[in-house]
């Protein structure tokens, strides 16, 4: 069972890395073209709203809820669950249309939710007119994201892990030709932050065009796995009220996570639009270091999750909680034993790291900022690693009522933490700090957010032989650690004997960090034995030619 999960995981990373990549190129292309200041702060919220609905989606009743009903109904009904998924997707597309019009009627509501009161001036009223009409332009992505997994979850369902996790390709490809366009036309730099509506057009719809051929690339592959839809109405006798009872707590969770949303928007688009002299870290460098730490977790935590959580659904649904246990914390060391060093190198490498991503036209005034964002966002990667997959073994019970009161708990600590950090700590005399301060109530959220869910769940699961996680991860921190202050040692001394700067010498700093750390790291595992770590190295050298 571990190695097909690890089989599965390994064909979603394969398409996730090349993903992710684009999507950095993305990044670098956006920050020659607009910037990374308040220009670049108000395209960032207006593509990041409808964004983050499509991952409160993901996080939601589409992801969380449907999967454990979809491999119930595959496995239980007569049909292999044909009628139920049928009118599961004609359900959503439904809702989804509601919604995606709705929203697109309300934009100039929406768009003055996540705008401060530094924007707020009348004087500024050209910054909010451009945020607006990107927003109605952006915020058809919600159909597109949402259709996208729940066809995607359909496929996952059916044991077709690949297609959804390589998808998003097509979608950063077009993304990045739209960008690429928007050079061609426009003088890249230092420009005012506004934008004239033939640019708003082309970046808005861009970015939105990229969304819908996500979805197109997905269909194929929904009737090659045996599965042809058919549009049916009507939800009576299927089961799904199962599922809409079990929604209505993940709605809720979505609801507070998008509260939290409008608030660290709200306050990071603060820093960039503040008046305080210097280089500032507002949106664009949070969603940029934001970006930057879910690169683990989208090859790595995703990838796992998302094949186990099938696995631990239908363990789940036969009683097996103690193979339920064994499977979810497996699943957390095999993903830490990667995140882990993870995290330490993006602390150690920061300043190179954001440098290479972003360090290009008026982009290169925010750097150290940028880095110190990072920096702090990363102190959180681990905690939130280990979140995610304790919520997942929540919705292998279909319990959504407590990850709704532990989700509370996390945005209470984060919207508190936030608010205080940037309007009272900083203030506006260092507002533009605020990107930094933003990170660090991330971090501090999840980690109360582990402790108090550890001990939730040991209510539901028991503790078992073989299902810890403390002393391997107590392990693997000491390992990273000195991994990455021996790499953060020599590039000190590199820096202090050169002048070296810009982008390529990032990736140069990047690569010799990342030479001298990982054996270390590998070494001190050894020492350790801290067996996950091992058996990841195994299964890397085994596929390099020349070994079997």
Not at 447 to 454: E, N
Request: glycine share 8%; with cysteine; net charge positive.
């Amino acid at each position: 069972m571990a190695d097909r999960t690890l089989r599965s995981a390994a064909v979603m990373a394969a398409g996730t890395v090349l993903s992710r990549l684009l999507g950095f190129v993305r990044i670098a292309l956006l920050a020659a073209a607009i910037g990374t200041a308040l220009r670049g702060d108000i395209f960032t919220a207006a593509n990041t709203i409808p964004n983050s609905l499509y991952i409160l989606l993901a996080g939601g009743i589409f992801n969380t809820v449907l999967v454990p009903q979809l491999v119930r109904a595959i496995k239980n009904h007569e049909d292999g669950g044909r009628d139920f998924t049928n009118r599961l997707l004609t359900f959503g597309f439904v809702v989804l249309a509601v919604v995606t019009v709705g929203c697109v009627l309300l934009a100039p509501q929406i768009a003055g939710l996540y705008l401060p009161d530094e924007l707020h001036d009348p004087a500024r009223a050209s910054e909010r007119a451009s945020m607006i009409l990107f927003v109605q332009l952006c915020l058809p992505q919600i159909f597109f994201y949402g259709a996208f997994v729940l066809v995607g979850q359909v496929l996952n369902a059916r044991r077709r892990f690949g297609p959804m996790m390589w998808a998003p390709i097509a979608n950063n490809i077009v993304a990045c030709a739209s960008i690429v366009v928007f050079l061609l036309i426009y003088r890249a730099g230092d420009t005012p932050p506004t934008y004239t509506t033939n640019e708003t057009l082309l970046l808005g719809l861009g970015h939105t065009v990229g969304i819908a051929v996500q979805l197109l690339v997905l269909l194929p592959y929904l009737k090659a796995s045996g599965h042809t839809y058919v549009p049916k109405f009507g939800l009576r006798g299927t089961g799904l009220g199962q599922t809409a009872k079990l929604g209505i707590w993940t709605v809720l969770f979505v609801a507070v996570n998008q509260v939290t949303l409008v608030v660290v928007t709200n306050l990071a688009i603060a820093g960039s639009a503040s008046d305080s002299p210097g280089a500032k870290a507002g949106l664009f460098a949070y969603s940029t270091a934001m970006l930057i730490i879910l690169v683990p977790h989208g090859i790595v935590t995703v990838s796992l999750a998302t094949a186990a959580l099938p696995q631990m659904s239908s363990l789940a649904a036969d009683g097996d909680v103690t193979e339920v246990a064994r499977l979810s914390a497996r699943s957390i060391r095999q993903t830490l034993a990667i995140v882990v060093p993870a995290a330490a190198a993006m602390i150690a490498f920061a300043y190179p790291i954001v440098t290479l991503i972003a360090g290009y036209g008026s982009g290169k005034n925010n750097l150290q900022l940028m880095a110190y964002t990072l920096m702090a966002l990363a102190l959180g990667l681990v905690p939130f690693t280990v979140q995610y997959f304790q919520l997942r073994t929540f919705y292998a019970f279909e319990d959504t009522r407590t990850p709704f009161f532990l989700q509370c708990v996390i945005a209470a600590t984060n919207i508190a933490a936030a608010v205080i950090g940037v309007r009272v700590v900083l203030g506006e005399e260092h507002l533009r700090y605020s990107g930094v301060a933003l990170g660090a109530a991330y971090s501090l959220a999840y980690l109360v957010a582990v402790l108090m869910s550890r001990r939730v769940l040991a209510r539901k699961v028991p503790r078992v032989h073989g299902a810890g996680i403390g002393l391997p991860l107590v392990a693997m921190v000491i390992a990273a650690i000195l991994g990455a202050g021996a790499g953060r040692v020599v590039l000190s001394l590199i820096d202090s004997a050169t002048d070296w700067n810009g982008p390529l010498t990032a990736a140069l700093e990047i690569a010799i960090g990342g030479i001298i750390m990982l054996p270390v790291y590998v070494g001190v595992a050894r020492v350790l034995r801290i067996h996950e770590v091992t058996d990841v190295v195994a299964m890397v050298t085994s596929k390099l030619p020349g070994r079997s």
